[in-house]
Each structure stands twice: as structure tokens, then as C-alpha cells.
């Protein structure tokens, strides 16, 4: 399948101006409301929107076919000039360095956990449903193994070895995420 953007992109890198009016206008309205909901400010969406777009104009000439979807590239770049513009507003200016490093967590830790999150989604949803079910409600629910049986309608024992097979599956299929 081929990129429905090519054939404009290259009459861009020509310098039709045409083509430069008809990229502009399919490709703003999605721009300024990815900047909006990142940024906030219908101003500063609009500014990025802008520098997007020279962006493009700069770069069309070099555009390679195949290399990467036009769209995917675009909204990185305007998520990137998103991204800078966040990280500008909490930047605060000291007269002096702080005495001691900043003690909270590393700014990728939030990514980091959200993935590590949906592994565990996924590695939880491929567990046979009983297992899934004894986990859940262990762990999750933070029931006892007495009361999660009861409800399971299983004897303790066989809770048990519901959860000990589940717990062996899980560490399988997250063992690379053990550290060192």
C-alpha cells in the first residue's frame, strides 16, 4: 500500500503551490487538534502547527518514499514541538544550582511503568481463565486465599495451585523485566 501523501509531497519538494494549499488543508485541522489537546492553548497549537508545516517545506526535497509514513512522521515532528514547548514552561530559572539533585523519579519512570502495565495486561489475559481468576482476586482484590476460594468454589488447595501455576506463567512471560 502505498503512502496517499507521496505524490503531494514530491509537488511540494517542486515548489507547486498548489500542492502546498492542498497539504495545508488536509493536514491543519488534525495538526491544530493534536497540538490543542496536547498544549492547551489554541495560540501555541497554531504556532506549532506553523512550524510543522515549515518543517515540511524544508524537508520535502529530501523526503524519501518507503522510509517512513508521511502522517507518522509529521505528527512526531508536532508532538516533538509539543513535547519542547511543555518542557519550556516548567523550566525555572535559578540564580544558583539547587543544593541537592532533585530526589523524584526519573522523568521516563512514567513510561516505563505504563508499559510495563499493559505487559502485564496482556500476560494476565493469556493466562487460562480459572488462573486469571485466582490471581485476580488475590492479588488484585487483595482477597485471602479462604475468601477467594469461597467464591472460586474451589477448596484452598486447589487455589493454591490455581495461583502457583499462574504466578509460574506470569514471571515466564515478564522474566525480562527483572532487573540486573
Known sequence: MTD????????????DAAAVRALVGRKLPRLLA??????????????????????????A??????????????????????????????????????DRPDEGPAPDRGLEAHDVGRRVVRAMAAL?????????LCHYQELGNIEAAAIMG???EALESLLARGRRALRAALADLKEG
Open 4 to 15: 496517499p501523501d507521496e505524490a503531494l509531497l514530491s509537488r511540494v519538494a517542486a515548489g
Open 61 to 98: 526535497s529530501r523526503w524519501q518514499p518507503g522510509a517512513a509514513k508521511f502522517d507518522t512522521w509529521l505528527h512526531r515532528v508536532a508532538l516533538n514541538l509539543c513535547y519542547d514547548r511543555l518542557r519550556r514552561r516548567r523550566e525555572t530559572a535559578y540564580a544558583d544550582p539547587p
Open 128 to 136: 487460562p481463565d480459572r488462573q486469571r481468576e485466582a490471581v485476580t
Open 34 to 59: 493534536l497540538a490543542g489537546r496536547m498544549l492547551g492553548d489554541p495560540r501555541e497549537a497554531e504556532d506549532v502547527a506553523q512550524e510543522a508545516f515549515v518543517r515540511i517545506w524544508r524537508q
Open 154 to 156: 474451589v477448596s484452598v
